[in-house]
């Protein structure tokens, strides 16, 4: 069970915020489905932009009514009420697992070890925790005081026991001890190890900008299974580079692998598009050369790209966006599959769900046509 309003006093709309180009609230929800043993995933929200995500990612949701969708509410009020709802519909839950949207890299073994702990009876609650060796101080008056050791000895660290922070992701608890209790942390508690390097929890803009700079470390290299490929031009299908003449006529690189890959695209019935800030007769020719659709001189190309896809009848969580600059940003943020190619600026790359390892002009679309045609001969689980 993953709550998530739409208010957030410090990241505005931060469940549905993007890092790695997925929102925080599908990234709960994907990591919930990969622990393996949840029966159902459930989002209580109260908004409907959270709820088409969570939906997509292959959550069901629970409406969470306005009295407890303030910012005064409680985590555990709103888990009270979807179990309830949940009741209603004839759902008997025994193990409930409470994870944060705000936590972007929620450890889906150690979720799956905290969920057997619980069923198994080992433990009634179990949380995600890291290990700490830091000193802890507060202060009086104004002065420093140790909180936790002795400030007079400093041992050191491979002599000391840690201790462990909670670090927000999940919570595994026994449903009906949960309701009893009224909170997360009731009768036999275990704690359940994650990895410190991945232990964020979102709450203020500066740690959404580390998540989204850690995301290209941690990510997997997942099928892109989509129903058509758009890419920018200058950056991706050139080395962003371009040579003139004494006609003051321009000449770009491109790469005839990229060309194979458009065309195996194109057989596998998989449309492309060519969207370009500038009009320009080179993008035209190669267009042109691998008979591609191009839409030139777009200003906005989050409306040209949307108003295309609506022509086509293609979902934009099914499109395959690759760019490579500022003027991508937006429309990378509107496709399910945004994708950078390495050099990216900065805003982009952290847009982007997919990082290529293949430069612009050196193959890096035909890297993207080969993970997209290798998600058609694989067999899905679903969309998500």
């Known amino acids: 069970m993953i709550p998530a ?17 997925i929102p925080l609230v599908a990234r709960a929800v994907r990591a919930a489905i990969a622990s393996g043993r949840m029966d159902r995933v459930v989002v209580t929200t109260d908004d409907a932009e959270i709820a088409a995500a969570a939906t997509t990612a292959g959550a069901e949701i629970v409406w969470r009514p306005a009295e407890i ?23 008997d839950v025994r193990v409930l697992a409470f994870l944060q949207a705000t936590s ?34 507060t202060k009086a008056d104004g002065l420093a005081q140790a909180l936790g050791h002795d400030a007079s000895h400093r041992p050191r660290r491979q002599d000391r026991e ?18 009893e209790a009224q909170h997360r942390f009731f009768g036999r508690t275990r704690i359940v190890e994650v990895p410190e390097a991945t232990a964020i929890e979102i709450d203020t803009p500066d740690e959404l900008a580390a998540a989204r700079a850690l995301a290209p470390l941690y990510g997997s290299a997942e099928p892109i299974d989509v129903l058509a490929v758009v890419t920018d031009f200058d950056g991706v299908h050139t080395d962003d580079t371009a040579g003139v003449d004494e006609y003051g006529e321009e000449h770009v690189r491109v790469s005839r692998s990229d060309g194979m890959g458009v065309r195996l695209l194109r057989e596998a019935g998989i449309p492309v598009l060519i969207l370009s800030t ?33 022509d086509a009848g293609i979902p934009l969580e099914r499109i395959a966006y690759v760019g490579n600059d500022i003027n991508d940003v937006e429309a990378l943020g509107a496709v399910g599959w945004p994708v950078a190619v390495p050099g990216s600026h900065p805003l982009a790359a952290a847009a982007a769900r997919v990082q290529l390892t293949r430069r612009g002009g050196h193959g890096a679309v035909r890297e993207l046509a080969e993970r997209v045609l290798a998600a058609r001969a694989t067999p899905q689980e679903g969309t998500r």
């Open 69 to 91: 969708s303030g910012h005064l509410a409680s985590s555990e009020a709103a888990l009270i009420h979807a179990l309830d709802e949940l009741a209603g519909r004839g759902v």
């Open 104 to 137: 972007p890299f929620i450890p889906a073994d150690a979720l799956g070890r905290a969920c057997d702990l619980v069923a198994s009876g080992e433990a009634e609650s179990a949380f995600s925790a890291r290990e700490s060796y830091e000193f802890f101080w």
């Open 278 to 310: 500038e009009r320009n007769p080179v993008v035209t020719a190669r267009a042109r050369k691998l008979g591609v659709e191009v839409i030139q001189n777009s200003r906005d190309k989050r409306a040209a790209l949307e108003e295309w896809a609506a």
């Open 162 to 179: 840690p201790a462990y922070v909670e670090t927000g992701a999940f919570y595994v608890m026994d449903a009906a001890g949960f309701r």
């Open 5 to 21: 309003r739409g208010g957030s006093q410090g990241v505005p709309r931060k469940n549905v915020a993007r890092v790695g180009g």
